[in-house]
């Protein structure tokens, strides 16, 4: 199970407290829990004055970088902030397979498995020719921003990306006899630096069970939270106050809006050629 984390600001602003010094932090997650440690590479992604996308990232577990993990919290002074924390399946472990990855002025960060991934490139069109990796995250980013470019709604893409995945499932399935579905979790993050996107929804279990400070909080459902006039969203909290769970599927945006950050979200009732889609929260 990888980690998702997003902080949503009017101003820009450090991230620090939240990514290291917190008490169940993105940082302290890292190894929290012995049986599934995040040791597979991290990243953090902000944009800098001119709205351009900085990404800070390795192939080595966080926890092994403590300090070069907290300079870039450091530096990461930005309206929109994300971090990832990976729990790798593919077996590349690197820096270009670390998440988050950037492209066009967008930033993407995904917890799960894309089972699909091979059937998803070959729907690329010509972004498949934009991969860097053989990563499913990246084939999943390519695929967003593809649909992006048609429907013009990062809630509408991401949307897209799960009916397209259900499409080519039913033409696929026999090849992946131990899969029951095209993907475990599309959990994501993606930004252009003027607001923050985010989906919600997983149809079958990953890695994980649990949320390792909130045991009560199932590995599929984020959650978000305001504190001191940010919007923080994260795949479990990074501290011990309040968070409000999201109801997957479903999207959720965050932007700045003058001296506050505006919220949306949205339910989705996504349905395969074969019937409703499976949310595994919901078993």
Not at 36 to 56: E, I, S
Not at 171 to 180: F, I, L, M
Not at 223 to 244: N, P
């Amino acid at each position: 199970m990888c980690r998702l984390f997003a902080q949503v600001c009017a101003a820009p602003r450090t991230a620090r407290d939240l990514l290291v010094d917190a008490e169940f932090s993105l940082l302290r997650q890292a190894d929290a829990d012995p049986s599934n440690p995040q040791k597979d590479g991290w990243g953090l992604a902000w944009f800098d004055a001119a709205g351009r996308p900085r990404v800070v990232k390795s192939g080595r577990a966080a926890t092994d970088e403590r300090e070069r993990f907290a300079r870039a919290a450091d530096e990461a002074v930005s309206t929109v902030v994300i971090g990832h924390l990976r729990a790798a399946t593919n077996p590349h472990l690197d820096e270009a397979h670390a998440h988050p990855f950037a492209d066009e002025g967008w930033v993407f960060a995904h917890n799960g498995t894309l089972t699909i991934r091979q059937e998803v490139a070959e729907a690329l069109g010509p972004r498949r020719a934009r991969l860097k990796t053989d990563s499913d995250t990246e084939v999943y980013f390519q695929q967003f921003l593809k649909h992006l470019a048609r429907v013009g709604d990062p809630s509408r893409a991401f949307e897209e990306c799960v009916a397209e995945d259900w499409r080519l499932w039913e033409s696929c399935r026999g090849r992946y006899p131990e899969a029951a579905t095209p993907y475990t979790s599309l959990n994501a993050l993606a930004s252009d630096g003027r607001a923050l996107h985010a989906l919600c929804h997983a149809a079958r279990a990953g890695g994980g069970r649990h949320g390792v400070f909130h045991p009560g909080l199932p590995w599929s459902v984020m959650c978000y939270a305001e504190r001191d006039g940010r919007v923080v969203l994260a795949s479990e909290g990074v501290d011990a106050g309040a968070w409000t769970r999201l109801a997957p599927p479903e999207t959720m945006s965050a932007a700045p809006n003058g001296s506050r950050v505006e919220l949306r979200r949205r339910a989705l009732d996504p349905v395969s050629p074969s019937g409703p889609v499976p949310e595994v929260s919901r078993a």
